[in-house]
């Protein structure tokens, strides 16, 4: 298996490189002696999602916005006719996708793909591998960096992905602030609705800088925080939403 990516308006320490345009791209080209299915043996799946990670731990952000993708696959055409495993392009193309899940990966969860353009044409009779080319199109604006993320628990079942250094008592000041405001718009919400009988959860809860619990299989627990063990850092810190206000209103004053 051979493995080539090229970024655009990205790379693998920046996920820009032009501030004025918040639009990348990272195209991943493929080339199998052999393609992979769902069917396939799950120690043949894992090779090569394996391989496909090694490339992309090398990427030092991960996108936690909306993405797109296209998949452009260039196959054996008889053999795609006689054999019933890569005959549906459903059947090749989760394997890939799941690789790009991850910590070691692009992407925090595939729930995050909004739109998937999977097409097939016959390959080069020159060359001998199957191949396929893989473009995921982001908005660079909604990264995060590989160190220091951390997944803080919102509500009963939703966590944000956050940077910063958990020995830095600033840091903690910030990220308590932040926190207790995405608390707030969901306890505002319900308010507003219970009151007015208009759910504005579309506008105030919807985010994209919150997951499910179970999108964040591809994480070390390490990095999950529940808000009972935040609070408790911050309270080891001497870390208070109150003295947080007052040292904003002595700023601001």
């Known amino acids: 298996m051979k493995i080539s990516i090229t970024n655009r308006n990205c790379d693998f320490d920046k996920h820009y490189l032009i501030e004025e345009s918040a639009d990348s791209s990272i195209e991943i080209e493929i080339e199998f002696e052999r393609i992979v299915t769902v069917q396939s043996k799950k120690s043949i799946q894992d090779s090569v999602t394996r391989n496909i990670l090694t490339q992309l731990k090398n990427y030092k952000w991960l996108i936690i916005g909306k993405s797109q993708i296209e998949m ?16 549906d ?17 692009i992407l925090i969860d595939d729930s995050q793909i909004n739109s998937i353009h999977t097409t097939w044409t016959t390959k080069n009779a020159l060359r001998k591998d199957n191949v396929v080319r893989l473009i995921i199109y982001f908005n660079n604006d909604y990264t995060v960096m590989k160190e220091n993320l ?14 910063f250094d958990i020995n830095n008592k600033e840091e903690l000041k910030g990220i308590k602030l932040f926190i207790e405001a995405f608390k707030m718009k969901r306890v505002f919400s319900e308010k507003f609705k219970s009151q007015s009988g208009v759910n504005v959860k579309q506008y105030l809860v919807r985010s994209e800088y919150e997951f499910h619990r179970t999108r964040l299989n591809g994480f070390d627990k390490s990095q999950i925080i529940i808000d009972t063990e935040f609070d408790e850092l911050c309270t080891k810190n001497g870390i208070d939403l109150s003295n947080i206000e007052d040292e904003l209103k002595k700023v601001s004053s």
């Open 89 to 105: 392009l459903d059947n090749i193309t989760k394997p890939i996708l799941d690789a790009l899940i991850g910590k070691n990966g």
């Open 72 to 87: 452009h696959w260039f196959i054996d055409s008889v053999e795609k006719q006689e054999t019933d495993k890569i005959g």
């Open 150 to 163: 951390y997944f803080l628990q919102t509500s009963k079942v939703v966590y944000s992905p956050l940077n």
